[in-house]
């Protein structure tokens, strides 16, 4: 079992940055690969971001690559989203996840979530 506990979201203006921290628990992180996902009211949601278990696998959205960045410190048992020329198109709940595998692109693929935070880009 593995607790997620996602931090760092807020408002900020368009073409700023934020950095999103995803803080686990419970079984050894270094077996999990990590993916951070994004949703709004009414929409699916999608994904953004994923980090294989040492990181030294990653992948981007199209609409995020170049700007955000993933990565991971095991030894704090915590992923991070770096966030940087946000649009106010980035606005979402985030979510990151954990799968007991190599990283996925699909939500579904993924074992435990986190209970998500808000990021609000202002125009």
């Known amino acids: 079992q593995v607790q997620l506990v996602e931090s760092g979201g807020g408002l900020v203006q368009a073409g700023g940055s934020l950095r999103l921290s995803c803080a686990a628990s419970?079984?050894?992180?270094?077996?999990?690969?990590m993916g951070w996902f994004r949703q709004v009211p009414g929409k699916e949601r999608e994904f953004v971001s994923a980090a294989s278990w040492n990181g030294g696998r990653t992948d981007y959205a199209d609409s995020v690559k170049g700007r955000f960045t993933i990565s991971r410190d095991n030894a704090k048992g915590t992923v991070y989203l770096q966030m940087s020329s946000l649009k106010p198109e980035d606005t979402a709940v985030y979510y990151c996840a954990a799968r007991r595998s190599t990283y996925s692109l699909y939500d579904y693929e993924y074992d435990y979530w986190g209970q998500g935070t808000q990021v609000t880009v202002s125009s």
């Open positions: 419970g079984r050894a992180f270094s077996v999990y690969a």
